[in-house]
């Protein structure tokens, strides 16, 4: 399968695969869309090939990348052997029983949205309840397995009172062995199957959370924390998936929100 990915930025070094719409939760803040198409293992193979040279780092995701039907660790270990940093973004839920020790994934991207099990729970809904729990397990046993890993929060109007305690939280657990690359923050927006209706529920106002973001940044924590304002034009992140059995790009998405008469 030939790819064509002339208008893929040179300053993209991260590329993020959609293997699939279907998820296993309701996250009332889900910015995925549901009108793209499982990828086959061959377009996901074909895509990594193509992208080979040209990215450094690919993230799988989704929906939920574990319900992908195609072998997800597979797919891992074949993006491992181009020579790419592999990353799983996933809700956890269906991670399979020794996760911890797949190789060929260097890094989970795990949710976490509060210290607070019921806010948590109540942004990130799972049929019989409980992902906050479930979360800090997986967490505890990338820990033990002496893992590095990745957390995400989407910041709404009602968790974003407690990123400070979150914080400090993550910094004891750093103490106390939690390897953590990263923690990004992405402002919630009101786009995709949740986030389009619970817009006006969830909405945060844009300076509270870059106000929150610096205070956090000029803390001095011993982790990267990126701010994501808008991850539909992110500097660095490239997206693509499949679409009507063509491949499409973040670039086609941001050319589609351009407004009449903008160029």
């Not at 994934?105 to 509060?114: D, M």
Request: aromatic fraction near 8%; hydrophobic fraction near 40%; charged fraction near 20%.
């Amino acid at each position: 399968m030939a790819l064509d990915l002339r208008g893929l930025d040179p300053r993209k070094r991260i590329a993020s695969l959609f293997l699939t719409p279907h998820c296993d939760m309701s996250c009332r803040f889900c910015a995925s869309e549901t009108d793209f198409a499982v990828m086959s293992f061959d377009e996901a193979a074909s895509l990594l090939s193509a992208l080979k040279g040209r990215v450094e780092s690919v993230v799988l995701g989704g929906g939920e990348p574990f319900l992908w039907p195609n072998d997800l660790e597979k797919l891992t270990c074949f993006a491992a052997d181009l020579g790419f940093q592999v990353q799983v973004c996933t809700n956890g839920v269906n991670l399979p029983v020794g996760f911890e020790k797949i190789q060929s994934i260097s890094r989970y991207i795990l949710p976490l949205e509060s210290l607070d099990p019921s806010l948590h729970d109540g942004l990130r809904w799972l049929r019989g309840g409980g992902h906050h729990g479930l979360i800090l397990d997986r967490i505890r046993t990338l820990v033990q397995a002496k893992r590095e890993l990745t957390l995400s929060t989407v910041v709404t109007c009602e968790n974003l009172p407690g990123l400070q305690d979150m914080a400090e939280w993550l910094v004891a657990e750093g103490l106390s062995g939690l390897n953590l690359h990263a923690w990004h923050l992405y402002r919630f927006l009101s786009v995709g199957r949740g986030g389009a209706p619970n817009g006006q529920e969830l909405a945060v106002d844009r300076d509270q959370y870059q106000s929150a973001c610096r205070a956090l940044k000029a803390a001095g924590l011993p982790f990267t924390i990126y701010q994501r304002d808008d991850m539909q034009r992110a500097s660095t992140v490239e997206f693509f998936w499949f679409e009507k059995g063509r491949l499409r790009m973040g670039i086609d998405l941001a050319r589609d929100l351009v407004e009449p008469g903008q160029t």
